[in-house]
């Protein structure tokens, strides 16, 4: 029996012993492991930071030439703008310049048809035109007379009656 216990006692000793070795063994495999993921990281975190950059710069290159290509374009406009602006204005200004014209010719008109019309209403019926101080006027009809009013095409006609 003694036997038996002593095969049992080394058999837990080589067992203890192998099991220390093996823990040892793992150990090693893992930090050796460890190890190599850490560089296989190191390396691909480089690679991607590398990447990143190129990507940045090839960005920033691209950006820098689309500015330019809109300050040239924004010039451009910029000209076109002006130059259809001036032309704009002296176009406007000749327009004022020609309804100035007319407006003036018009208001000659007016007042000479204005001045005929009073010459041959007071002279025909006797109807005088006067102006209120107000600026208002007014078409004065002699003793006798009354006015009747007829539509004619848009307008309307005043006939005068005798009474």
Partial sequence: MSSLLTLAKDLEQK?????????????????????SV???LSASAKRISD????????MSQAMEKNRRSVL?????????????????????????WWQGRQIT???????????????LTVRTWGVRYQE????????????GMQSEA????????IRLKQE
């Fill in 51 to 58: 990447a990143i950059r190129a990507h940045e710069e090839s």
């Fill in 15 to 35: 067992s203890k012993a192998q099991q220390q070795s093996t823990g040892e063994m793992l150990k090693a495999a893992f930090s050796e492991h460890e190890l």
């Fill in 38 to 40: 850490r560089a296989e």
């Fill in 105 to 119: 010719d018009n208001y000659t008109a007016i007042r000479q048809q204005e001045d005929t019309l009073k010459k």
């Fill in 132 to 143: 209120s101080s107000d600026g208002r006027k007014f078409l004065i009809l002699p003793p």
């Fill in 72 to 96: 040239r374009t924004a010039g451009r406009t910029w000209l076109t703008i002006l130059m259809t602006s001036v032309l704009l204005i002296a176009t406007s200004g000749g327009v004022l």
């Fill in 150 to 157: 007829i539509p004619y095409d848009g307008t309307t006609w």
